[in-house]
C-alpha cells in the first residue's frame, strides 16, 4: 500500500512555487500509482493555530502525480472559500498530503470511529429532492472535538442541505468510511529540504527569500 510521504508534499510546494515563477516544476520524486487523494494548505500566523487555505481532492482513484499536480495548485487557488493564496504567504504556509485508503460501505450513520475514518454522505434532500453529498477527512472531527452526531450534521449542512435535520432524515443516510495516510510539512521545511537535496536557494516571484 502506498502511504503518503515527504516526497510528495515537496512535490506539492515545487508545484506552487513553479506556479508563481511562471515555471515547471522539478520532476517528483515518488511513484505513479492510482489512489484518491487531498492536498491542504494551512495558513500559520505567529505561531498560532493554523488556519485553513484550501483543501480540495478526489474521492476517486487518480494517478498519484497527476493528482497531487492538479490539487497543489485547485487547493491553493480555487477552493471558493478562501482567496487565492499569494506568493507572499508561502513562509506561513504548511502543505498536508492525504492518501486514502480502504473504502467501506457502513451499516449506518453511525458506524464508524471518530479519528479513525475519514466518512462519505449521500442522502435525499427531502425539500428539493436532490441527491447530495460531502465528506470530512479522518483528521476534522476529532480536530473539532465532535461527537459522531455533531460531525454528521456538519456534513449534511456542507453539502449544502438547510432543512430541518431530523433522526429520520439522519438514518436515511448512506455513509462510506475510510481511512488515510497523511504527511505535513511547513515551507520552512521544504526550503531546508531543497537546499540540501538540491543545492539550491529557492528564488520565488512576488515572495521574500527565506531567512536562514
Known amino acids: 500500500m502506498v502511504s503518503a510521504n515527504r516526497e510528495m508534499v515537496v512535490y506539492c510546494f515545487d508545484t506552487l512555487v513553479a506556479h508563481y515563477n511562471c515555471d515547471n516544476p522539478p520532476p517528483p520524486a515518488f511513484d505513479g500509482g492510482q489512489h484518491p487523494l487531498f492536498v491542504t494548505w494551512k495558513k500559520v500566523v505567529n505561531g498560532g493555530e493554523p488556519r485553513l487555505r484550501g483543501c480540495i481532492g478526489t474521492l476517486e482513484a487518480r494517478c498519484l502525480i497527476n493528482g497531487f499536480?492538479?490539487?497543489?495548485?485547485?487547493?491553493?487557488?480555487?477552493?471558493?472559500?478562501?482567496?487565492?493564496?499569494?506568493?507572499?504567504e508561502l513562509p506561513f504556509l504548511e502543505c498536508t498530503v492525504s492518501i486514502l485508503t480502504d473504502y467501506?460501505?457502513?451499516?449506518?450513520?453511525?458506524?464508524?470511529?471518530?479519528?479513525?475514518?475519514?466518512?462519505?454522505?449521500?442522502?435525499?434532500?427531502p425539500d428539493y429532492n436532490t441527491r447530495r453529498s460531502a465528506t470530512y477527512l479522518p483528521e476534522i472531527a476529532a480536530h473539532e472535538g465532535w461527537t459522531k452526531i455533531e460531525a454528521i450534521d456538519s456534513?449534511?449542512?456542507?453539502?449544502?442541505?438547510?432543512?430541518?435535520?431530523?433522526?429520520?432524515?439522519?438514518?436515511?443516510?448512506?455513509?462510506?468510511?475510510?481511512?488515510?495516510?497523511l504527511f505535513t510539512m511547513h515551507y520552512t521545511e521544504y526550503v531546508s529540504y531543497v537546499e540540501t537535496t538540491r543545492g539550491v536557494a529557492l528564488a520565488i516571484a512576488g515572495a521574500k527569500p527565506s531567512n536562514h
Open 155 to 181: 456534513l449534511m449542512r456542507k453539502a449544502g442541505y438547510i432543512g430541518p435535520i431530523t433522526e429520520s432524515l439522519r438514518r436515511r443516510i448512506r455513509l462510506t468510511r475510510y481511512q488515510s495516510t
Open 104 to 125: 467501506e460501505t457502513a451499516l449506518d450513520h453511525l458506524d464508524w470511529e471518530v479519528g479513525k475514518h475519514g466518512i462519505i454522505i449521500e442522502f435525499t434532500d
Open 69 to 88: 499536480r492538479d490539487y497543489a495548485l485547485t487547493s491553493a487557488l480555487k477552493d471558493r472559500r478562501f482567496p487565492p493564496i499569494q506568493a507572499k
